[in-house]
């Protein structure tokens, strides 16, 4: 499906530019969707593994999220500049990249946490 969509992209972009943009992303979106059962299968199963381990599930959510807003802003990012706008596309990338800092912070604050506990004073 990709495949035929680019060839048709690349053939209409000489006649419409604008449809062969709303092609790609018309495209992109489907494949994206077309995922979303798989990617639900792998997060069910991270999660039967954490309960298992016993592992905290704030954390394991944390890191879901975390994933989770790395594929949304590569997404969003490269739709964008498929549509020719990379100044926009790097500004996804940055607010993507400061939203998992965020998202971080308490992941990060435990573990310096531990290894300070750790120390013998």
């Known amino acids: 499906m990709a495949l035929i969509a680019t060839f048709l992209a690349l053939i209409i972009k ?4 604008v449809f062969a943009s709303m092609l790609v992303i018309f ?14 299968e792998i997060i069910h199963m991270l999660e039967r593994i ?3 381990a016993n592992v905290n599930m ?5 890191i879901l999220k ?7 802003a590569e997404f969003g990012s ?3 500049k498929d ?8 500004k996804i990338e940055m607010a993507g990249k400061i939203l998992i ?9 435990v573990i310096i946490e531990t290894v300070i506990s750790l120390i013998p004073s």
Do not use: R
Not at 101 to 109: C, D, E, R, V
């Open 14 to 17: 000489e006649q419409k530019p």
């Open 27 to 40: 495209v992109s979106i489907i494949i994206f969707l077309f995922l979303v059962d798989q990617i639900y």
């Open 50 to 52: 954490a309960v298992t």
């Open 58 to 62: 704030m954390y394991v959510e944390t």
């Open 66 to 72: 975390i994933i989770g807003i790395a594929y949304i």
């Open 78 to 80: 490269q739709i964008t």
């Open 83 to 90: 549509a020719g706008q990379g100044a926009i596309a790097s």
């Open 101 to 109: 800092l965020i998202m971080a912070i308490p992941i990060l604050t």
